[in-house]
């Protein structure tokens, strides 16, 4: 295999793959799936997700961050002070961010945990990997906030994009690197398509986010358990995921992967 792929979100600490990792790595590595960024989203997925970095170190890259989903409580000083001390031994800050979706915590509660870890990639210089979903406005109203308090912002990400042309538009302004996932590969992910397009080549990163997003082509049998109905995505898929933005942009699948390789490597300052 010499294209050689890396996936900017693949979640190895969720419950549906970590029991299944090295078989998932063979996998992946088959279809040159050589590099990925395993997210944290709690303190406990954290230092799990730090752990498959020690154990893979040439493939993993880690990160520490309270997701949205479990921002259900006020960020308290003890809790901090452990994502600082995690956040020393990964390469991005994250998952975090925004998320108004039914089910998940109030925005207040959200909003204080995703100042405080921007702050906390700011004063250790790393990268921030980052979530937004219908919370657009409030999102880059504290990411503008802090960044006017600081004399250095660092690179951003943001994972998993489906919004709107207004939206990229403001993410590609503000010099973010856009992850874009199978949804592009979905029948009602047509506008994506169109958008794809949008992205500098410079900014434009790939991922799975498995074994969320998952789409039709990418259903594998290499796991031992009942999928749920979305599932199950894996990170041996995203050379799909290529496919279609390749088609898009009127590039080759090798010209992709060589291209979101070295983007994703520049985002995480490696």
Same mark, same amino acid.
């Given at each position: 295999?010499?294209?050689?792929?890396?996936?900017?979100?693949?979640?190895?600490?969720?419950?549906?793959?970590?029991?299944?990792?090295?078989?998932?790595?063979?996998?992946?590595?088959?279809?040159?799936?050589?590099?990925?960024?395993?997210?944290?989203?709690?303190?406990?997925?954290?230092?799990?997700?730090?752990?498959?970095?020690?154990?893979?170190?040439?493939?993993? *890259?880690?990160?520490?961050?309270?997701?949205? *989903?479990?921002?259900?409580?006020?960020?308290?000083?003890?809790?901090?002070?452990?994502?600082?001390?995690?956040?020393?031994?990964?390469?991005?800050?994250?998952?975090?961010?925004?998320?108004?979706?039914?089910?998940?915590?109030?925005?207040?509660?959200?909003?204080?945990?995703?100042?405080?870890?921007?702050?906390?990639?700011?004063?250790?210089?790393?990268?921030?990997?980052?979530?937004?979903?219908?919370?657009?406005?409030?999102?880059?109203?504290?990411?503008?906030?802090?960044?006017?308090?600081?004399?250095?912002?660092?690179?951003?990400?943001?994972?998993?994009?489906?919004?709107?042309?207004?939206?990229?538009?403001?993410?590609?302004?503000?010099?973010?690197?856009?992850?874009?996932?199978?949804?592009?590969?979905?029948?009602?992910?047509?506008?994506?398509?169109?958008?794809?397009?949008?992205?500098?080549?410079?900014?434009?990163?790939?991922?799975?986010?498995?074994?969320?997003?998952?789409?039709?082509?990418?259903?594998?049998?290499?796991?031992?358990?009942?999928?749920?109905?979305?599932?199950?995505?894996?990170?041996?898929?995203?050379?799909?995921?290529?496919?279609?933005?390749?088609?898009?942009?009127?590039?080759?699948?090798?010209?992709?992967?060589?291209?979101?390789?070295?983007?994703?490597?520049?985002?995480?300052?490696?």
């Amino acid at each position: 295999m010499d294209q050689k792929f890396f996936d900017i979100d693949c979640n190895l600490t969720h419950v549906d793959l970590r029991a299944h990792v090295p078989r998932l790595l063979d996998a992946a590595q088959s279809v040159g799936v050589t590099s990925m960024l395993v997210p944290g989203t709690t303190l406990d997925t954290s230092k799990d997700a730090i752990e498959l970095g020690r154990q893979y170190p040439e493939y993993v *890259f880690p990160t520490a961050g309270v997701h949205p *989903f479990h921002a259900d409580t006020a960020p308290s000083e003890d809790e901090l002070n452990q994502l600082r001390e995690l956040s020393s031994q990964v390469c991005a800050v994250g998952e975090c961010g925004l998320d108004y979706s039914e089910g998940f915590p109030s925005p207040e509660l959200q909003k204080a945990w995703l100042e405080a870890q921007i702050r906390i990639a700011c004063a250790i210089q790393k990268p921030l990997f980052m979530h937004e979903r219908r919370a657009f406005v409030d999102f880059m109203e504290i990411i503008t906030k802090v960044r006017k308090e600081v004399s250095e912002f660092p690179n951003v990400a943001v994972h998993c994009f489906t919004g709107t042309e207004v939206e990229l538009q403001a993410y590609i302004k503000s010099d973010f690197y856009i992850g874009i996932t199978g949804f592009i590969c979905k029948k009602h992910g047509a506008s994506l398509r169109d958008l794809v397009t949008q992205i500098p080549k410079e900014r434009l990163l790939i991922e799975t986010d498995a074994p969320y997003m998952g789409f039709k082509q990418c259903r594998r049998n290499e796991t031992d358990y009942r999928a749920k109905k979305q599932y199950p995505n894996v990170p041996s898929a995203l050379p799909l995921v290529a496919e279609t933005v390749a088609v898009m942009l009127e590039m080759s699948v090798a010209q992709v992967a060589q291209l979101t390789v070295r983007n994703a490597r520049r985002f995480l300052m490696l």
